[in-house]
Antibody
Framework: QVTLKESGPVLVKPTETLTLTCTVS??????????VSWIRQPPGKALEWLAH???????SYSTSLKSRLTISKDTSKSQVVLTMTNMDPVDTATYYC???????????????WGQGTLVTVSS | SYELTQPPSVSVSPGQTARITCSGD??????AYWYQQKPGQAPVLVIY???ERPSGIPERFSGSSSGTTVTLTISGVQAEDEADYYC???????????FGGGTKLTVL
């Protein structure tokens, strides 16, 4: 059974750096057909893709947040870490990690997702 | 930046057919994916590669593509299908991924 679980602080102060960890089980981060992505959802709003990483360490970031995001992985620990600098109240959201399934060069999708973790940015 | 456009809401009566559209300039080139999200839960994949259905997803869920628009169709809608639905795809380069704004499906 594939599972992903997000962990990290529930409350951060403005200007602080957020560090979130996604711990996966049921698949390996060294699998060439899989990766992990981070996605967030502000309360009552739509999903927003943030970043992804694949087994070959290929990474990609949302254009609007690229300067603030860093994604990395520790294959031996089955963990993917996302850091977001200079947090602001508008970054208050539920942060999800999701497994990426890759089918050739054309097709990638998210399945399954973690339960999500709500991060509130407030002083 | 690339955007996918969905109607904010769709309403249908039980047993009817619901159609949710998603429009984007790169959709003729990139596949689309659909996710169902019920209140307080994480999204669940219901359609991948425009029209493929994952195992465990009821047959009443189907997807199609035509030009710059993809459509999620739910035939014989049930009360349990009431949820938010999001389309997802990539820009023309395939490197930047994006979600639509979401459509709230209400079962009357």
């Amino acid at each position: 059974q594939v599972t992903l679980k997000e962990s990290g602080p529930v409350l951060v102060k403005p200007t602080e750096t957020l560090t979130l960890t996604c711990t996966v089980s049921g698949f390996s981060l060294s699998n060439a057909r899989m990766g992990v992505s981070w996605i967030r959802q502000p309360p009552g709003k739509a999903l927003e893709w943030l970043a992804h990483i694949f087994s070959n360490d290929e990474k990609s970031y949302s254009t609007s947040l690229k300067s603030r995001l860093t994604i990395s992985k520790d294959t031996s620990k089955s963990q993917v870490v996302l850091t977001m600098t200079n947090m602001d109240p508008v970054d208050t959201a539920t942060y999800y990690c999701a497994r990426i399934l890759k089918d050739g060069d054309c097709c990638t999708w998210f399945d399954p997702w973690g339960q999500g973790t709500l991060v509130t940015v407030s002083s | 930046s690339y955007e996918l456009t969905q109607p904010p809401s769709v309403s249908v009566s039980p047993g009817q057919t619901a159609r949710i559209t998603c429009s984007g300039d790169a959709l003729p080139k990139q596949y689309a994916y659909w996710y169902q999200q019920k209140p307080g839960q994480a999204p669940v994949l219901v359609i991948y590669k425009d029209s493929e259905r994952p195992s465990g997803i009821p047959e009443r869920f189907s997807g199609s593509s035509s030009g710059t628009t993809v459509t999620l169709t739910i035939s014989g809608v049930q009360a349990e299908d009431e949820a938010d639905y999001y389309c997802q795809s990539a820009d023309s380069s395939g490197t930047l991924w994006v979600f639509g704004g979401g459509t709230k499906l209400t079962v009357l």
